[in-house]
């Protein structure tokens, strides 16, 4: 499989991840799209990992060649950890406001 | 066309599709449940890349945990098609060209320089839970404790952020 492939499918995933983050109002929603755009980068560090495991460097010590894996296990735990503080905030801000529409936090504009 | 790039092809058309009824979708029940079928059809080039750790990894937090998260709190706050905000055709229209402007000039920019390198499919051990074990305990194990602490700490922001301020009410 040529990495060409795993690029453009990675750059499709984040772009449609920036689509939705800008045409969607729901505060969830917004959030859901961080998460695919996380996933798309993902998904590109490991085809990049397994595109370094063929060449000859990588090939002395497999150590080497996942190294990239173990970065997108760290990916993972941080969005974890990233969720369950985000959707705090958003429960909180539903409690203030009673909406999730982010047009509606506009009270630092002025 | 061999049966690997079947296989390629049938997940990436599943994942865009996906992704597509995702931000497409009016219920906010229905969104992540698609966001869920991303996932799995990520996982499923994971495999195809033998990185089955992070395969497994994929599903169970990502599809496990942070989506069981996200399906907890729509619920909590009741979402659905009639509470969906009011969306500025204009505004929709600007974005998606934005956006499609982007992937255009980064596909376009990309498919002029020939590499022609190969990524490793269905091979290799360097995704094994052996391997990655080892590598993550020997060469990564501060940075693995470090994340222990960066887990209390969204914990107890969350807890904090999450309650109700009775103590400020009392004053």
């Known amino acids: ?110 | 066309m061999s049966i690997i790039q079947i296989i390629f092809l049938l997940l990436s058309v599943m994942a865009v599709g996906s992704a597509l009824m995702m931000i497409t979708s009016k219920n906010p029940v229905n969104s992540v449940l698609w966001l869920i079928v991303v996932f799995f059809a990520i996982s499923g080039h994971y495999i195809l890349l033998n990185a089955q750790f992070l395969a497994i990894v994929n599903i169970i937090v990502y599809a496990g945990a942070i989506m069981v998260l996200f399906l907890f709190v729509v619920m909590l706050m009741n979402l659905n098609a009639e509470t969906e905000p009011i969306k500025n055709r204009r505004l929709q229209l600007i974005g998606v060209t934005s956006g499609g402007a982007l992937m255009l000039i980064i596909v376009s920019a990309i498919s002029k320089i020939d590499v022609e390198q190969l990524v490793q499919i269905n091979a290799g051990d360097s995704g094994l839970i052996k391997v990655l074990g080892m590598n993550l305990f020997k060469n990564y194990v501060l940075p693995f404790e470090i994340s222990s602490v960066l887990f209390l700490s969204a914990m107890i922001g969350a807890v904090v952020i999450g309650k109700k301020e009775e103590i400020d009410i009392k004053k």
């Open chain 1, 1 to 110: 499989m040529d990495i060409k492939a795993y690029i453009i499918l990675s750059l499709v995933l984040f772009t449609i991840g920036i689509i939705g983050v800008l045409v969607r109002r729901n505060a969830i929603i917004i959030f859901m799209c961080v998460e695919l755009m996380l996933n798309a980068v993902n998904l590109l560090l490991v085809a990049f990992s397994k595109m370094h495991a063929m060449s000859s460097a990588a090939k002395a010590s497999t150590n080497f060649a996942s190294d990239a894996q173990i970065f997108v296990f760290f990916i993972m735990v941080v969005a974890a950890a990233e969720v369950s503080v985000g959707l705090a905030i958003i429960v909180m801000m539903y409690r203030n406001v009673h909406t999730i529409d982010v047009n509606f936090l506009n009270r630092l504009k002025n």
